[in-house]
């Protein structure tokens, strides 16, 4: 087996929490929480997820620009040593990276030409005359002009100046680049412009690409292979084409059916996204997803519509994020009773399955009358889903990629 250009092994990037004046550490943030990718030379990898799945994260640990707390990176089949500063000069001169925001990655006061040619100078080229033709070269190949060199980040367009950017993650010839949310500040008429540059550059140079984007449509422009990441983990990963024809995770489900089909007759319909990512210094048990999955798996013994049954776990989650004696403030106050909580989550009058409509009716009693703790231990014992007590693998689906679900469990079994 050759090495891969870049290999990231089981990174985690936690952060403390911490209290009082000793700084105890209460709790973390488990912002990436083990995440094991590739990327080979002249490959395109995409990122992809929500705001707040960690992804950012994921770019800032592996360019040294951040410690992890744990986790192997490993460059051109060499391990990336941050204490070493030849190391970390040497890393950075093979990786380039490029952010979303284009404006506050450079100086106002630099010319576009100055800032382009900065990595030159700190990487030790002192030949001025030599330099500039670099730049010209590089100013060029991204579409912008050599006289561009001489003028301001304030007199070029958004999409200038991301093109600039690029020609100075370019400048040191790196053989990867790391794009995080290279177009999403972008106007759609100019993302397309950027993204099949992006797709020239990489044939040209031969360089890997990571691409990171909350926007499964960029990742199908131009990306060979994706990388779903939910909540620091990652929940499917396989060649784009048939990760986005064949989506085996529901989340990715969700972000597939949010892109627009080309052909109206053809748009999925369902399977939209509530809700926000949970926060990750308190995930979800089992698999991170469960509080919002719409294909979560029921409880044994029970038969629900699978709309109802997203709608009781839906008051679950609520009941056990409340803490005691908000959930009951919040709904018990003077009229509301057990019908209003069921209109709230959106609990149809008669469950469908008699078994479970007597639970929910006992449980709504209980929480009606002001005792929320039981409501939520009974629904807890009766209703327990494996979605939420054991956390899925990644692993090979009938697909020929993996994800990390349960409902592959079930198949394989
Ligand atoms: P993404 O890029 O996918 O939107 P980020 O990597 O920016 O996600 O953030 C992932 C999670 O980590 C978020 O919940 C964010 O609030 C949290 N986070 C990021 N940086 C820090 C930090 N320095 N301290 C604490 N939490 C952080
Ligand atoms: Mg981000």
Sequence with gaps: MTDSLLSVRDLKKHYPITE??????????????????????????????????????????????????????????????????????????????????????????????????????????????????????????????????????????????????????????????????????????????????????????????????????????????????YLGEIVETGPTEEVLADPQHPYTRALVSSVPAPDPSQRASEARLSGDVPSPSDPPSGCRFHTRCPEIIQPEGYDFDQANWRAVMDLRVALGDSEDGDFEGELVDGEVRAGGIRDRFGIPDELGDEGAEAVLSEALDSLASGDSESARDLLGREFETVCERDSPELRETESGHPAACHLHDERAE
Excluded: W
């Excluded at 192997?72 to 190391?87: E, I, L, M, N, Q």
């Excluded at 972008?186 to 540059?197: E, R």
């Design 20 to 229: 009082g004046p000793l700084r105890k550490e209460v709790g973390r943030v488990r912002a990436v929480d083990g995440v094991s990718f590739e990327v080979e030379r002249g490959e395109t990898v995409g990122l992809v997820g929500e705001s707040g799945c960690g992804k950012s994260t994921v770019a800032t640990t592996l360019m040294g620009l951040e410690e992890p707390t744990a986790g192997r990176v490993s460059f051109d089949g060499v391990a990336a040593d941050r204490r070493d500063s030849v190391d970390r000069r040497e890393f950075r001169r093979r990786v380039g990276m490029v952010f979303q925001d284009p404006t506050s990655s450079f100086d106002p006061r630099m010319t576009i030409g100055e800032s382009v040619a900065e990595p030159l100078s700190i990487h030790g080229l002192d030949d001025r005359a030599r330099r500039r033709e670099i730049v010209a070269d590089l100013l060029e190949r991204v579409g912008l002009s050599a006289e561009d060199a001489e003028r301001y980040p304030h007199q070029f367009s958004g999409g200038q100046k991301q093109r600039a950017a690029l020609a100075r993650a370019l400048v040191l010839n790196p053989d990867l680049l790391v794009a995080d949310e290279p177009v999403s500040a972008l106007d759609v008429s100019v993302q397309a412009g950027i993204l099949s540059l992006l797709d020239d550059l990489q044939r040209e140079f031969d360089l890997g690409i990571l691409l990171i984007s909350h926007d499964m449509s960029v990742v199908r422009e131009i990306c060979d292979r994706v990388a779903v990441m």
